[in-house]
Antibody
């Protein structure tokens, strides 16, 4: 069955760029929307943005100036870069598959286990 | 401050029926599907309800969703101890062009 796995550094220094990759196994990335979602410790979920397998993207307006999501279909991976991080970006970062076709996104049927990223010097 | 509003907590005793509300606006719940997620402690969220009231395969029929206007609800009947978790509603927001979540409701089974 299709599985998602996040990978990347667990510790990032303030003002640097957070970089994570999500590997899709057991299926092709070449369909669907693929999202990044984060959850600060003890808090709720925040959608960061999505990428469609073709490369089109959409980002949360509150993070848009700092976020880049890209896809590598040859590796069945998509990635997140978040620049100029601060302690407020400390969170568990999840990647997820969105089954929505053309509208009403938010239909996350598959999630990675999540990876904790701490921003600290 | 979340775009979708949920009560921070809810509780019930085993066997009871509990409902969790999710309030939004015309740009999100009013014009798009609502999704519900269950997050057990220390785990990733799990899809519980999609397209307002549909259950994925494997989700017990004790869980049901409904939507009316700009509000939605998740009902859990025959409450069980394993239902103790955080529950989140989500929807697409046409004005923000973003997926928005509720702040989450922590369900306690007494």
């Amino acid at each position: 069955q299709v599985q998602l796995q996040e990978s990347g550094p667990g510790l990032v220094k303030p003002s640097e760029t957070l970089s994570l990759t999500c590997t899709v196994s057991g299926g092709s990335i070449s369909s669907y929307y693929w999202s990044w979602i984060r959850q600060p410790p003890g808090k709720g979920l925040e959608w960061i943005g999505y990428i469609y397998y073709s490369g089109s993207t959409n980002y949360n307006p509150s993070l848009k100036s700092r976020v880049t999501i890209s896809v590598d279909t040859s590796k069945n991976q998509f990635s997140l870069k978040l620049s100029s991080v601060t302690a407020a970006d400390t969170a568990v970062y999840y990647c997820a598959r969105d089954l929505a076709v053309t509208h009403s996104l938010g239909y996350f049927d598959l999630w990675g286990r999540g990876t904790l990223v701490t921003v600290s010097s | 401050q979340s775009v979708l509003t949920q009560p921070p907590s809810a509780s019930g005793t085993p066997g009871q029926r509990v409902t969790i509300s999710c309030s939004g606006s015309s740009s999100n719940i009013g014009s798009n599907y609502v999704y519900w997620y269950q997050q057990l402690p220390g785990t990733a969220p799990k899809l519980l309800i999609y397209r307002n009231n549909q259950r994925p395969s494997g989700v017990p029929d004790r869980f049901s969703g409904s939507k009316s206007g700009t509000s939605a609800s998740l009902a859990i009947s025959g409450l069980r101890s394993e239902d103790e978790a955080d529950y989140y509603c989500a929807a697409w927001d046409d004005s923000l062009s973003a997926v928005v979540f509720g702040g989450g409701t922590k369900l306690t089974v007494l």
